[in-house]
């Protein structure tokens, strides 16, 4: 890898760390991928190998049918009408967020707030804590290569804070070679202004999980944290309660589930301290003279109809995660990761971005990303492509307004529980081939 550019966002990080407390994954053999790969209904009909999971995963039957049942039997809304349609699907919704809530590591159901995305769930945390409790110079500590649902949303917070006369500072932090946020630059940057610190816990580009266990201790407890959990989530196990998380988000379509749904955990030490969000109809406010008066958690940030048939979705998805466990599947993942980095580390020309290529010990997550000499990312995507392999390709996500942020156009594989050694070993051929005709 080459050295980070004077003012680049990379930064070295000398200390050799395995994994952090609460990923500590067992060795373990490969799941029976064909056996799993049975539960996926497009990956049967399509010999393209899947390598774009970090975007959105393969959606198993039993999720599917979850869908297609809410459409086609006892169509009804939850949490309004008191006949047993309605009522069941009440209890329904009710279940699954109580198991969501233990799958998460959550300590109260009521912790559990449904969304439309992480995207919708990260604008929440936003608006309904940011408006409320930013004062004037407050600052917010963020991550300017994080996905932009991690990133746009504290511009945003910031310009409309603005109009009221609210001035809030946005501190970037570095990210170090191994991909993960630099506890080391975070700490010289918390001042006693600093209210939020914002992070990945497995980043969408680089491939590596962040706790900010390194602050324990360090900052001020009264300091929020608020992880971005879309890629960790159904890939490897995430005990919120163990992350120290004051706010966590989730994308039920990057965990088998369905586009459309999210899941933000917010803590009960920070309830009373939140607007209501998106007040409507059954959002958990009442209305009185003197205005809007917010009610309990989670319907206050619940306005509306939920997508009821992507929460039931959820919960099917999270049994089936269940069936694998989130060990098993992140150890396959890890397997598939270092078989991945090795087959592409005697490609010609080719560049790892920071990440687990870089680790002093064997991790991996499921995501690698590269870049190949005398070929544009688009270009290798393109072709592997055509050649029945599945990739991302470009910044990922990653706000294009980002100083560097072109080191970041890259080619990203990522992995899941259905994918194959085999699958991994041709793939890294055809890289190897793609890189020998353009050198």
């Given at each position: 890898?080459?050295?980070?550019?004077?003012?680049?966002h990379?930064?070295?990080?000398?200390?050799a760390?395995?994994?952090?407390?609460?990923?500590?994954?067992?060795?373990?053999?490969?799941?029976?991928?064909a056996?799993?790969?049975?539960?996926f209904?497009?990956?049967?009909?399509?010999?393209?190998?899947?390598?774009?999971?970090?975007?959105?995963?393969q959606?198993?039957?039993?999720?599917?049918?979850?869908?297609?049942?809410?459409h086609?039997?006892?169509t009804?809304?939850?949490?309004?009408?008191?006949?047993?349609?309605?009522t069941?699907?009440?209890?329904?919704?009710?279940?699954?967020?109580?198991?969501?809530?233990?799958?998460?590591?959550?300590?109260?159901?009521?912790?559990?707030?449904f969304?439309?995305?992480?995207?919708?769930?990260?604008?929440?945390v936003?608006?309904?804590?940011?408006?409320?409790?930013?004062?004037?110079?407050?600052?917010?500590?963020?991550?300017?290569?994080?996905?932009a649902?991690?990133?746009?949303?504290?511009?945003?917070?910031?310009?409309?804070?603005?109009?009221?006369?609210?001035?809030?500072?946005?501190?970037?932090?570095?990210?170090?070679?191994?991909?993960e946020?630099?506890?080391?630059?975070?700490?010289?940057k918390?001042?006693?202004?600093?209210?939020?610190?914002v992070?990945?816990?497995?980043?969408?580009?680089?491939?590596?999980v962040?706790?900010?266990?390194?602050?324990?201790g360090?900052i001020?407890?009264?300091?929020?944290?608020?992880f971005?959990?879309s890629?960790?989530?159904?890939?490897l196990?995430?005990d919120?309660t163990?992350?120290?998380?004051?706010?966590?988000?989730?994308?039920?379509?990057k965990?088998?589930?369905?586009?459309g749904?999210?899941?933000l955990?917010?803590?009960r030490?920070?309830?009373?301290?939140l607007?209501?969000?998106?007040?409507?109809?059954?959002?958990?406010?009442?209305?009185?003279?003197?205005g809007?008066?917010?009610?309990?958690?989670?319907?206050?940030?619940?306005?509306?109809?939920?997508?009821?048939?992507?929460?039931?979705?959820?919960?099917?998805?999270?049994?089936?995660?269940?069936?694998f466990?989130?060990?098993?599947?992140?150890?396959?993942?890890?397997?598939?990761?270092?078989?991945l980095?090795?087959?592409l580390?005697?490609?010609?020309?080719?560049?790892f971005l920071?990440?687990?290529?870089?680790?002093?010990?064997?991790?991996?997550?499921?995501i690698?990303?590269?870049?190949?000499?005398?070929?544009?990312?688009a270009?290798?995507?393109?072709?592997?492509?055509?050649?029945?392999?599945?990739?991302?390709?470009?910044?990922?996500?990653?706000?294009?307004?980002?100083?560097?942020?072109?080191?970041l156009?890259?080619?990203?594989?990522?992995?899941h529980?259905?994918?194959?050694?085999?699958e991994?070993?041709?793939?890294?051929?055809?890289?190897?081939?793609?890189?020998e005709?353009?050198?």
């Open positions: 890898m080459r050295s980070p550019a004077p003012g680049s990379f930064t070295r990080f000398p200390a760390r395995g994994h952090s407390a609460g990923h500590r994954i067992p060795a373990s053999p490969p799941l029976l991928s056996k799993v790969r049975a539960l209904p497009a990956l049967a009909e399509a010999s393209e190998v899947y390598l774009d999971s970090a975007a959105t995963t959606k198993p039957l039993p999720v599917v049918e979850a869908i297609h049942r809410y086609s039997s006892r009804a809304n939850a949490g309004r009408g008191t006949y047993p349609w309605a069941e699907l009440t209890a329904r919704i009710s279940d699954v967020r109580a198991r969501t809530a233990a799958f998460l590591g959550a300590r109260h159901a009521d912790e559990v707030v969304t439309g995305g992480a995207t919708a769930a990260l604008n929440a936003a608006l309904s804590w940011g408006l409320a409790e930013l004062a004037d110079g407050d600052e917010i500590l963020y991550n300017p290569r994080d996905h649902s991690a990133v746009h949303p504290w511009h945003h917070l910031r310009g409309l804070l603005a109009r009221f006369g609210r001035r809030v500072e946005l501190i970037p932090y570095r990210t170090t070679e191994l991909g946020a630099d506890p080391a630059d975070i700490l010289a918390v001042t006693p202004r600093t209210r939020l610190i992070t990945s816990h497995l980043h969408h580009v680089f491939g590596a962040t706790t900010l266990e390194e602050l324990r360090r001020d407890p009264s300091v929020l944290l608020c971005d959990c890629q960790s989530g159904g890939h196990p995430v919120v163990e992350l120290g998380a004051d706010f966590a988000v989730f994308a039920a379509h965990m088998f589930g369905a586009p749904t999210g899941i955990y917010c803590r030490r920070i309830h009373d301290r607007l209501p969000f998106l007040p409507g109809g059954n959002s958990g406010v009442r209305l009185t003279e003197a809007l008066v917010g009610g309990a958690m989670p319907e206050l940030l619940e306005g509306g109809t939920h997508n009821i048939p992507g929460i039931l979705a959820l919960g099917s998805a999270l049994d089936v995660l269940e069936s466990g989130l060990e098993a599947i992140a150890a396959h993942n890890r397997e598939l990761t270092l078989r980095l090795d087959g580390r005697a490609v010609p020309g080719l560049e920071p990440g687990p290529a870089y680790a002093p010990c064997a991790v991996g997550y499921g690698v990303s590269f870049r190949l000499a005398g070929i544009t990312a270009d290798v995507g393109f072709v592997l492509g055509q050649l029945g392999f599945l990739v991302r390709t470009g910044l990922h996500c990653t706000p294009a307004a980002d100083p560097g942020a072109d080191d156009d890259s080619v990203r594989v990522s992995t529980v259905y994918n194959t050694l085999d991994i070993d041709r793939f890294t051929a055809c890289v190897t081939t793609i890189a005709e353009v050198t």
